[in-house]
């Protein structure tokens, strides 16, 4: 029997039990759209979180203290910082820019602007920020470096914070109190966007030299620094982290760049997208267990279809053949109906909710093989068994 | 290929071979046994049965329920290996086949005609009769052509895309018997063909299997509780307990099945 005669015999027993067709291939249905649509948000969450990183240009260098952790995208917790301000100017030595070197110290505190008073993240920053993060300045201006030096109580929101404190007003000029500190706001950030509903625009920039004296530290948490071009970034990281190593010889630093960075968070996020489409993917094998076990069922019922076929000619391949077309082309049509569905749920939830999704193009084809595959893994077993019937015992079943 | 449908033929009394010259052994069983065995017990539903049957011979066989009859069909149909004993089947020795040569061998040789018809029955009369043409792998028009040729050789022309619920037993039958002719096997084997008719349309299935056998040469080799249906036969073999208790040809002398009745 060719291949195609056992193809149309298949489909004429599909087609004469629809709804159990139907039913069977329900758990590949749903087994194969949930993976699409979590492989869909796992490279939607990917393009989104690489977009923002890059936008911080490609040129950007962290200097932090600690080893720099590559599972946890973070430097060692336990580490104590001993990075100062002063320790800026030798990193400016190194890339010979004063203005290409940005210290941050980050905390949080309450923040309160006539009756608003919220929780709000608090950004010790330098003149050099929005150079060096490329962020760029809506309103009013980012404070100097005489600013920072003479310790301004001076406030720089960002956009959200200001629509937050104050709502359909011009913030610059007006007065907020930082931690019980009054500071005044000199400038508002552009929007900078979100990322998986977190804002990135939610929190207030005042002068590292203020915010040490606030939060009674001394330390600065990291130097950015910006490198001249993308071309020089690995070279100048090293020589960066020799510097300081220079210095301070007993302490460990990081300087990561942002190839590194995304290189990290592409590892993450595709554990996390495979942990998770493996968890949808047990949908399948329950799908693809129905499968077997309605296809026995199907053998048992048609005992004599068999019988009567080996009775006429059909060789043990033939009915396995035909059993087999039949346990994978439940799993395709499944497969298909479970692509179409998790195509389009990609694209409502991209569409209609925070998180981003972004279907590979190569998803709907692995979703399709697999689902064949599935079929005949699961189908191999009935087939098998309908193929070694022998046919007088089938004759007579009922 | 004469195809007069059936109908319009006058019914032969004594189906006559159509070369009686040029006989030679369709099957050939020598002291075939078949036993089966389920944890200690045995049952032997044959003992050792010598059993020939020529090109063109018309044959019933008789006995009594459990004697060993359907048993002895199986095997002479490749459906069954025999436990022990010689089973030739145009001239092929079973033991030297596979199970897929069986395959083949049942698929070229033999027709099988069964009481319960053991039609598809979501399939029309033209799909179930071209069924033994699909495992011989020729084309889809091809087939359909060939299978309604074969139904219209039953008288059955007018019913091609019927499906089995929608026709009379006799007429499922005749698909049947369509079905085992399409492939233009040299034997055609019927267990208890008539079983589930009544006389009339039983009487129609003997008159074309007798036709077939007088006009295209066919063996036929049927099993009946009959005595009627068997009396026409040219020869009898009576089964009883495994064992063949007569044989007519082998009375007469004449191994390739001289005439009786
Ligand atoms: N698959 C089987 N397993 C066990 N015993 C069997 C099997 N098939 C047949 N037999 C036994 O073999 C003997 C012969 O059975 P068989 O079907 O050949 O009889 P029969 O002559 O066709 O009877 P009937 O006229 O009732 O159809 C019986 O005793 C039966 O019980
Ligand atoms: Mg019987």
Redesign the pocket.
Known sequence: MKGLEAFRVALDALRGNRLRSLLTTLGIVIGIAAVIVVVSIGAGARQQIESQVEGLGSNLILVVPGQFDTQNLSSNAAAVSTLQRDDGDLLADVVGDPDAVTARLTSGAQVRAGAVEQFVTVQGSDQNLPEVFTRPVAEGQFFTGTDVEARRRVAVLGSRTAETFFPGADPVGRQITVAGTRFQVVGVLAEQGESFGVSQDNEVHVPITVAQRLFGLQRVDAFAVKSPSAAQVPELSRRLWRVLKAEYPDQTFSAVTQTQILGVIGDILGLLTAVLAAIAGISLLVGGVGVSNIMLVSVRERTREIGLRKALGARQRDVLVQFLVEAVLLTSVGGVIGIALGVSGSLLIDGLSPLPASVEWWSPVVAFVVSAAVGVFFGVFPARRAGRLDP??ALRAD | MDEQPVDEQPAPGVPAPARPASRRAAIEAVDVTRS?S?GDTT?Q?LRGVSFTVDDGEYTAIV??????????MHLLGCLDRPTSGTLRVGGRDLRELSDAELAELRNREIGFVFQAFQLLPRSTAVDNVALPLLYRGVKGAERRERAAQSLRAVGLGHRLTHRPTQMSGGEQQRVAIARALVGEPRILLAD?PTGNLDSRNGAEVMRILEQLNAERGVAVVL?T?DDEVAGRARRQVR?RD?LVERDTAAEHGTAAGGGAA
């Open positions: 007088v015992v | 089966y389920f049952v539903a006995g009594p329920s459990g004697s060993g009859k359907s048993t002895l208890e099993v509780h089964v495994g």
